[in-house]
């Protein structure tokens, strides 16, 4: 069974320094990994897809990287804004679409 | 695009009764819907996958008669939770994967639900 781990639960930065936020999974048999924003009771936007045959994606400020091997996957923020708190999840794709969710990073962007 | 709805937003009910929560894919034909609880401080847990037509498919330790879903569309789904319990207060979000979304599932806003 598939598990993903995100490290840290919690993190505080001050504004426009640049972060990393730690995803890992048990099975490196994904078919995609996907990063995730979660703003307080609401659902989730996305942010970042990495098919399996990828190694990284970037969308603005953010870059995702894969390392199926090792069961790696970073998400860096560059230049962090207040706007950019939320709480960020990642998750493995299964080849039936199922997605396997970590328990996610809570950010916090100090002004 | 690729827009998802879910109504209610928030419910509260009173432990023993019914509550149905649907999920709309806005501006796509979603194929496949899929359902999540969330506790506070816990990860999405996937409770079952529906596709459009045939019955859903539940997790392991998800009980089927207990939360009903029908997708008996291709742009609506719904989720009845029965005889709801002071427990199965959560936060219940769908998404959705249409043909033309590859591998994109869209998510809805989610449905916080309290049972007294």
């Given at each position: 069974?598939?598990?993903?781990?995100?490290?840290?639960?919690?993190?505080?930065?001050?504004?426009?320094?640049?972060?990393?936020?730690?995803?890992?999974?048990?099975?490196?048999?994904?078919?995609?990994?996907?990063?995730?924003?979660?703003?307080?009771?609401?659902?989730?936007?996305?942010?970042?897809?990495?098919?399996?045959?990828?190694?990284?994606?970037?969308?603005?400020?953010?870059?995702?990287?894969?390392?199926k091997?090792?069961?790696?996957?970073?998400?860096?923020?560059?230049?962090?804004?207040?706007?950019?708190?939320?709480?960020?999840?990642?998750?493995?794709?299964?080849?039936?679409?199922?997605?396997?969710?970590?328990?996610?990073?809570?950010?916090?962007?100090?002004? | 695009?690729?827009?998802v709805?879910?109504?209610?937003?928030?419910?509260?009910?009173?432990?023993?009764?019914?509550?149905?929560?649907?999920?709309?894919?806005?501006?796509?034909?979603?194929?496949?819907?899929?359902?999540?609880?969330?506790?506070?401080?816990?990860?999405?847990?996937?409770?079952?996958?529906?596709?459009?037509?045939?019955?859903?498919?539940?997790?392991?330790?998800v009980?089927?008669?207990?939360f009903?879903?029908?997708?008996?569309?291709?742009?609506?789904s719904?989720?009845?939770?029965?005889?709801?319990?002071?427990?199965?207060?959560?936060?219940?979000?769908?998404?959705?994967?249409?043909?033309?979304?590859?591998?994109?599932?869209?998510?809805?806003?989610?449905?916080?639900?309290?049972?007294?």
């Amino acid at each position: 069974k598939q598990e993903v781990t995100q490290i840290p639960a919690a993190l505080s930065v001050p504004e426009g320094e640049n972060l990393v936020l730690n995803c890992s999974f048990t099975d490196s048999a994904i078919y995609n990994l996907q990063w995730f924003r979660q703003d307080p009771g609401k659902g989730l936007t996305s942010l970042l897809l990495i098919q399996s045959s990828q190694r990284e994606q970037t969308s603005g400020r953010l870059n995702a990287s894969l390392d199926k091997s090792s069961g790696r996957s970073t998400l860096y923020i560059a230049a962090s804004q207040p706007g950019d708190s939320a709480t960020y999840l990642c998750a493995s794709g299964a080849g039936s679409y199922q997605l396997t969710f970590g328990k996610g990073t809570k950010l916090s962007v100090i002004p | 695009g690729a827009v998802v709805s879910q109504h209610p937003s928030w419910v509260i009910c009173k432990s023993g009764t019914s509550v149905k929560i649907e999920c709309r894919s806005l501006d796509f034909q979603a194929t496949t819907m899929f359902w999540y609880r969330q506790f506070p401080k816990q990860s999405l847990m996937l409770m079952a996958t529906s596709n459009e037509g045939s019955k859903a498919t539940y997790e392991q330790g998800v009980e089927k008669d207990k939360f009903l879903i029908n997708h008996a569309s291709l742009t609506l789904s719904t989720l009845t939770v029965t005889s709801a319990h002071p427990e199965d207060s959560s936060f219940y979000i769908c998404s959705a994967r249409g043909v033309s979304t590859t591998d994109t599932q869209y998510f809805g806003p989610g449905t916080r639900l309290t049972v007294l």
